[in-house]
Every structure is written in structure tokens, then in C-alpha cells.
């Protein structure tokens, strides 16, 4: 008896685990969160409708959206180096307390960090305090 009360506990568990994890993820696939990717395209599209715009607006709007895009570009450019230097600084710092073998785990992890940072680029802005 004791026996079929944990199969059926164990059961109830299992089944709650994976009813949860398929509701998670339809509320993440269905409210976008998981596949949506930010596109200028779709905020135009957003703004036309909400706004009423013209098609000669929404053609204004996205030479705005790209001069903003390459404005944006060309600061990130001058503003890189000094990233990068506070980046190389801060893990010099931390090379120093470090022993043999964390520092050589350390130096992979940093690999790996600047190879998906040259693949996916910079990571988001955090987001501005509340």
C-alpha cells in the first residue's frame, strides 16, 4: 500500500512538472516572448497603423529609423575602445587573484565570451532604474 502511495506521489509530481512546462512555454510562444524579434519593419508597421500615417510618411520614417541606425553605429565605433579597455583592465584585475588552474578556465571563458560577443555583438543596455 505504502508503495502505490508513492507511485501515485511520485505520478502527481511528474505530471504537474510537465503541465506547467507546457503551459510555460505556450504563454511564452504565444505572447511572443520567445520568437519575436525586435524588427524596425514591425514598429513601422505599428506606427502606420496606430498613427494613421501616409506612405509618404512611413517612408520618411524609415530614412529617420536609418539615420538613427547610423548615427547610433558610428558612436558605438568611438565608443568601443573604451569598453573594451575597461573589459581587459577588469580581467587583468582579475587574472591577479587567481590561481594556475582557475586562471586557465578563466582564459577559455573569456574566449568563448569574445567569440559570441564578435558573433551576436554587444549585449543590451541594461534597463534604466524604476
Given at each position: 500500500m505504502k508503495r502505490r502511495a508513492y507511485v501515485y506521489f511520485a505520478l502527481t509530481f511528474v505530471l504537474g512538472l510537465?503541465?506547467?512546462?507546457?503551459?510555460?512555454?505556450?504563454?511564452?510562444?504565444?505572447?511572443?516572448?520567445?520568437?519575436?524579434?525586435?524588427?524596425?519593419?514591425?514598429?513601422?508597421?505599428?506606427?502606420?497603423?496606430?498613427?494613421?500615417?501616409?506612405?509618404?510618411?512611413?517612408?520618411?520614417?524609415?530614412?529617420?529609423?536609418?539615420?538613427?541606425d547610423q548615427k547610433e553605429a558610428e558612436?558605438?565605433?568611438?565608443?568601443?575602445?573604451?569598453?573594451q579597455a575597461i573589459r581587459e583592465e577588469t580581467r587583468n584585475e582579475t587574472r591577479k587573484i587567481l590561481n594556475a588552474q582557475?586562471?586557465?578556465?578563466?582564459?577559455?571563458?573569456?574566449k568563448r565570451w569574445d567569440a559570441r560577443r564578435k558573433q551576436h555583438g554587444p549585449p543590451p543596455p541594461p534597463p534604466p532604474p524604476k
Open positions: 510537465v503541465i506547467g512546462s507546457v503551459g510555460m512555454y505556450s504563454y511564452g510562444w504565444y505572447t511572443g516572448h520567445w520568437h519575436r524579434k525586435f524588427s524596425r519593419d514591425h514598429v513601422i508597421k505599428y506606427l502606420q497603423q496606430e498613427l494613421d500615417l501616409s506612405q509618404t510618411q512611413a517612408q520618411q520614417l524609415k530614412q529617420i529609423f536609418r539615420s538613427m558612436l558605438r565605433d568611438q565608443v568601443e575602445p573604451q569598453f582557475q586562471l586557465q578556465k578563466f582564459n577559455a571563458m573569456v
